[in-house]
């Protein structure tokens, strides 16, 4: 009898070992698990927060519209009359894209201000906000050192935000025959050193370049700057006062050369823009081929390259940038406000339709 009881006994005590033991493992399981999951939580957390961080084209982290679709999505846009004014190269997208804008936002008024005794242009723009004339500017080249300089002594300083990717074209006369010239060709061209098309491979017939004065504008400055390297324009170059008036003179002109924003020249009819290349035999055309002819234009007409102008692979390319004056005003805030406007999705269609190329 003693035996038998002993016997229950030990049961007993295997099965109260065995549930306690069961419990413990369950326990420590679970505590396992939470800790897990916390682990993994804590690990995904940089790249959420990295992935939550917007870069601009300046390489330069902050609040931009980038997957913002619409101008009623943008917020902080400030209410009032805003002057603003600068590069001409910017007029398509005054047209095309600033009335676009201003409908979905009635309370941002854009009221275009043309310089007094001078010309348009980027470096006027940007001296009419230095000096409390505008509340933002739009240039076709970088800001200079100088006028960085200017601003900070004025006691604020001024940000640039690209918005838009544009192409310096080249026209001739649509009688030329030549295939094409490289940037140092057509450094040269321009500086005096080649003065007729059979040294680049075209007709023995003297060049004659046209250029708006160096004063214009943006286009000319950034020309003279990243083609010429600094140096003057040749004894030979023939100033004219607009492109309208540069692309007469070139339909009438065999020898005739001239540069501008690539929308304003490639479109037209009366004259053929010229494939650049970066060295001799790669030349890269800034239409989409094939070439239009005049006798085909203009129930047809020459389009962009859209795609070399983006990649790169297009030698003479620039950003358009809105210049915002940093005062801490509401100056600052519409500047803000007109480049995250232009950078929606909404804004970049706009700006593709005004002939420019989407910088995303």
Known sequence: MSQKNDTTALIGAFLVTAAL????F???TQRSGIQLDNLQTQTASPNLQGNSQSTGSS???????AGTNLFSEVQTVPSGVFN?????????IRLTADPALQAARPEFRLRYVDPVGSAPGS????????????AFSQSSRPVSDQELQQAEQR?????????AIDGLAVAVNP?????GITVDQLRAIYVGQITNWRAV????LPIQPFSRPVSAGGTIELFVEEVLGGSRFGSNVRIVPTTTEALRELAKSPGGIYFASAPEVVPQCTIKPLSIGRQAGAFVPPYVEPLITPNQCPAQRNQLNMTAFQNGQYPLTRNFYVVVKQNGRVEEQAGEAYANLLLTNEGQEAIAKAGFVRVR
């Open 155 to 163: 006691g604020y300083r001024l940000k640039q935000i690209p918005v």
């Open 26 to 28: 369950w326990w420590l």
């Open 201 to 204: 491979g075209g007709p023995n």
């Open 21 to 24: 033991v069961g419990v413990g």
């Open 84 to 92: 603003y004014g600068g590069s001409t190269s910017w007029a398509p």
């Open 123 to 134: 470096g006027t723009g940007i001296r009419m906000l230095i000096r409390d004339q505008l």
């Open 175 to 179: 009688s030329l025959n030549v295939p």
């Open 59 to 65: 390489g330069q982290a902050g609040t931009t519209s």
